[in-house]
């Protein structure tokens, strides 16, 4: 089984752009990627916003400071690629 390939490039603002490519014919289902392996280590004060730019919608907000925080890609399409963008942005508190 060939595990999909991912490509990352941080930006001059700091955020950072990954592509997930799918290489088999077959969807891909549950690719799980941790977002120390692609250098986003967000500090206790901060968390990253996660946004697929092929789709244009925001997919949320990773507030897990963990070293191993994970964000699930529920599908790849045979032959395709999931576009994604990160900020790390501060962490709104409320009193």
């Known amino acids: ?6 490509y990352s490039t941080k930006l001059s603002t700091g955020e950072t752009i990954i592509v997930v490519t799918n290489w088999r014919e077959h969807h891909y289902s549950e ?9 986003i280590m967000p500090s206790l004060s901060e968390t990253v916003k996660v946004r ?6 925001d997919l949320g907000a990773i507030s897990d400071r963990n070293q191993h925080a ?6 790849i399409p045979g032959h395709g690629s999931k576009v994604l963008k990160f900020s790390i942005v501060p962490t709104i508190s409320v009193f």
């Open 31 to 39: 690719y799980f990627l941790t977002l120390s392996d692609i250098g």
């Open 70 to 75: 994970k964000l699930l890609i529920d599908k």
């Open 52 to 57: 697929d730019i092929m789709e244009k919608k």
């Open 1 to 6: 089984m060939r595990y999909p390939s991912v």
